[in-house]
């Protein structure tokens, strides 16, 4: 359910149309992605987001609910330190941090062609005028003047499509896999959180002197739970894979299909303009 009128009044305005779209997109594929999740999708909260007509007691509650585990997981975890991550989720937390920071390079070498581009663009808008006006005090090369101004503009046109495209739909998606990349860390760190509550409990059973301590049901059980745990993470990798070549394939082909008809079009225009400048000269 959408929220009533006057609230997104009151947010929306205070951003622009641009914005507000690019962020509807990500939250569509954000909830198109929990419901592909095979545990995710069945998730009471996620049922109550898309089914509650009034989200202001739930919000309560979550915010309570969240605090206290957010307690209990410190009080839990506090204690217990991990001795050696195992090899395969070493090298998922190597490649998480080597794929972040390649992303965050990408991101800032792409804003500062994004500020370039803009500045370029700004001086195609001045700089298009100015033949427009030249060709006043040229009669005879009024039309070959007028041309030129008109192929500055279109390229100007064609650049500004461009850096739109870049700014509303190649970051985003980088700046979303940076924040998926954080996710999973985060995700990564929780099970660390799990083995090493299991290997102290393991270990405080060895230490008891009896000649065959038995394994308590507690120690399983936080073994039950770490498996799974590794289980569930590994499985969300492939997935989180999988998605992510999808979506990079999909957005590197855009971002080249854009440049293509970027140079197209600039292409054309100053290819419209050699007619009139041949007529001139055969006129001479």
Same mark, same amino acid.
Not at 32 to 48: A, G, Q, W, Y
Not at 239 to 268: H, P, S, T, V
């Given at each position: 359910?959408?929220?009533?009128?006057?609230?997104?009044?009151?947010?929306?305005?205070?951003?622009?149309?641009?914005?507000?779209?690019?962020?509807?997109?990500?939250?569509?594929?954000?909830?198109?992605?929990?419901?592909?999740?095979?545990?995710?999708?069945?998730?009471?909260?996620?049922?109550?987001?898309?089914?509650?007509?009034?989200?202001?007691?739930?919000?309560?509650?979550?915010?309570?609910?969240?605090?206290?585990?957010?307690?209990?997981?410190?009080?839990?975890?506090?204690?217990?330190?991990?001795?050696?991550? &195992? !090899? *395969?989720?070493?090298?998922?937390?190597?490649?998480?941090?080597?794929? =972040? #920071?390649?992303?965050? %390079?990408? +991101?800032?070498?792409?804003?500062?062609?994004?500020?370039?581009?803009?500045?370029?663009?700004?001086?195609?808008?001045?700089?298009?005028?100015?033949?427009?006006?030249?060709?006043?005090?040229?009669?005879?090369?009024?039309? &070959? !003047? *007028?041309?030129?101004?008109?192929?500055?503009?279109?390229?100007?046109? =064609? #650049?500004?499509?461009? %850096?739109? +495209?870049?700014?509303?739909?190649?970051?985003?998606?980088?700046?979303?896999?940076?924040?998926?990349?954080?996710?999973?860390?985060?995700?990564?760190?929780?099970?660390?959180?799990?083995?090493?509550?299991?290997?102290?409990?393991?270990?405080?059973?060895?230490?008891?002197?009896?000649?065959?301590?038995?394994?308590?049901?507690?120690?399983?059980?936080?073994?039950?739970?770490?498996?799974?745990?590794?289980?569930?993470?590994?499985?969300?990798?492939?997935?989180?894979?999988?998605?992510?070549?999808?979506?990079?394939?999909?957005?590197?082909?855009?971002?080249?299909?854009?440049?293509?008809?970027?140079?197209?079009?600039?292409?054309?225009?100053?290819?419209?303009?050699?007619?009139?400048?041949?007529?001139?000269?055969?006129?001479?």
């Amino acid at each position: 359910p959408l929220p009533e009128k006057f609230v997104v009044k009151g947010v929306v305005d205070r951003f622009s149309e641009e914005f507000v779209e690019t962020r509807r997109k990500a939250l569509d594929k954000f909830l198109k992605r929990i419901t592909d999740h095979p545990v995710l999708s069945f998730n009471e909260h996620f049922n109550i987001f898309l089914t509650a007509k009034d989200l202001n007691a739930y919000k309560k509650q979550g915010i309570a609910l969240l605090t206290r585990m957010g307690e209990s997981v410190k009080h839990v975890t506090g204690g217990y330190k991990l001795r050696t991550r &195992p !090899l *395969e989720f070493a090298a998922i937390g190597d490649y998480l941090d080597t794929f =972040a #920071l390649k992303l965050g %390079t990408i +991101d800032r070498i792409a804003q500062r062609i994004i500020k370039e581009e803009i500045e370029y663009l700004v001086e195609l808008r001045e700089y298009g005028p100015v033949y427009s006006t030249w060709s006043a005090l040229e009669g005879e090369l009024a039309e &070959p !003047l *007028e041309g030129v101004s008109a192929c500055i503009g279109n390229c100007s046109t =064609a #650049l500004e499509e461009l %850096t739109d +495209d870049m700014t509303e739909d190649f970051l985003p998606v980088l700046r979303e896999y940076i924040l998926y990349s954080d996710s999973m860390k985060s995700v990564l760190k929780k099970r660390d959180q799990v083995q090493a509550e299991y290997e102290a409990k393991l270990e405080a059973v060895a230490l008891r002197k009896e000649d065959r301590p038995k394994v308590p049901a507690d120690v399983e059980k936080c073994q039950d739970r770490m498996e799974c745990f590794n289980a569930d993470l590994k499985a969300d990798m492939e997935r989180w894979q999988n998605n992510k070549r999808q979506d990079f394939r999909q957005l590197l082909m855009g971002m080249a299909d854009k440049n293509i008809q970027y140079y197209e079009k600039c292409l054309m225009a100053w290819e419209s303009i050699i007619p009139l400048l041949q007529e001139k000269q055969e006129a001479k």
